[in-house]
């Protein structure tokens, strides 16, 4: 009688970790994934850095340039320097949109595509894992935009200071900076990604989530704007662009105080999305995750 030797087995011998840090490997991928391509990640950071650059050049050549608000009884007398800062948040928005369009709108809805959800769902991922991975990983990417970009500039304007007292007065710059870099992460990071889980097709995704940030986000702001409502913080910049307003006052914007609708009712529209946005993104992985092979609990 012959013996059956089982020679391809081997036992796991590696590092065993725990479950709970599934999530950590999924936002090492997306992180990698962002960076491999120079038109994915690479090209909004070169966005990002060139407004840094021409921002902080602005700041140094014309750092005393005194400018007039427009405002009637309300003016008044701003440094460029002062108005650097909160002026050029809006293009590290561009940029973070245009990382939306190369890479956030597109994860899911290229997992979906795919198959992945096959791989990540019989190696025992569970939603939460795809979904608090991706959205870590994605919003790393995002923040190295809307966080580290603008922190810079903010610590250029503190090295610019004439005196300790200017410094002083300035320090408020870090925390004003560091929260509207944090509001721009979150809606950056999940609403783009909440776009790619409603549709399985990656074009489709990308162009939903363009129409809806430059249509849809049109017609909120117009609508925001004749209700004198935070309904138009329903787009993304015009939202961020009414808190940046009631942080620095920077009256000489484009639109002025028309901008401004209200601290306290934007910032409840703009965690009112980020929300829902989670919930889209949880409910449409759950669902594949269901409808999938392997998937655990």
Not at 98 to 125: C, P
Not at 186 to 192: E, G, H
Request: proline fraction near 3%; hydrophobic fraction near 50%.
């Amino acid at each position: 009688m012959s013996v059956i030797h089982d020679l391809g087995y081997k036992r796991y011998i590696g590092t065993r970790r725990s479950p709970s840090t599934r999530w950590l490997v999924i936002m090492r991928h997306q992180i990698a994934t962002g960076w491999k391509k120079w038109w994915r990640y690479k090209l909004a950071l070169g966005m990002a850095f060139i407004t840094v650059c021409i921002a902080g050049g602005l700041m140094y050549f014309a750092t005393n340039k005194v400018v007039r608000s427009i405002g009637g009884a309300n003016d008044v007398m701003l440094t460029m320097a002062d108005l650097v800062v909160p002026l050029s948040f809006k293009f590290f928005c561009t940029s973070a949109f245009v990382l939306s369009l190369t890479l956030g709108s597109t994860v899911v809805a290229s997992d979906t595509q795919s198959g992945a959800f096959t791989f990540y769902f019989v190696r025992s991922i569970r939603p939460r894992d795809y979904v608090l991975g991706k959205i870590a990983g994605y919003g790393v990417l995002v923040a190295t935009i809307v966080i580290i970009g603008p922190l810079l500039l903010v610590g250029m304007r503190l090295g610019l200071s004439s005196s300790t007292d200017e410094l002083i007065d300035h320090l408020s710059l870090l925390p004003k900076m560091l929260a509207l870099g944090v509001l721009a992460t979150l809606l950056y990071t999940t609403v783009p990604l909440a776009i790619s889980a409603l549709l399985p097709n990656r074009r489709f995704a990308l162009a939903l989530w363009a129409a809806y940030y430059i249509i849809v986000g049109g017609i909120f702001t117009l609508v925001g704007l004749q209700t004198h409502s935070p309904v138009g913080a329903m787009d993304l910049q015009t939202g961020l662009q009414s808190v940046m307003l009631n942080m620095f006052d920077p009256k000489i914007l484009r639109g002025g105080p028309n901008f401004d609708m209200g601290l306290t009712g934007t910032l409840i529209v703009i965690f009112l999305q980020t929300a829902v946005a989670i919930g889209v993104i949880w409910f449409q992985v759950s669902r594949d995750q269901k409808t999938g092979v392997g998937g655990s609990s």
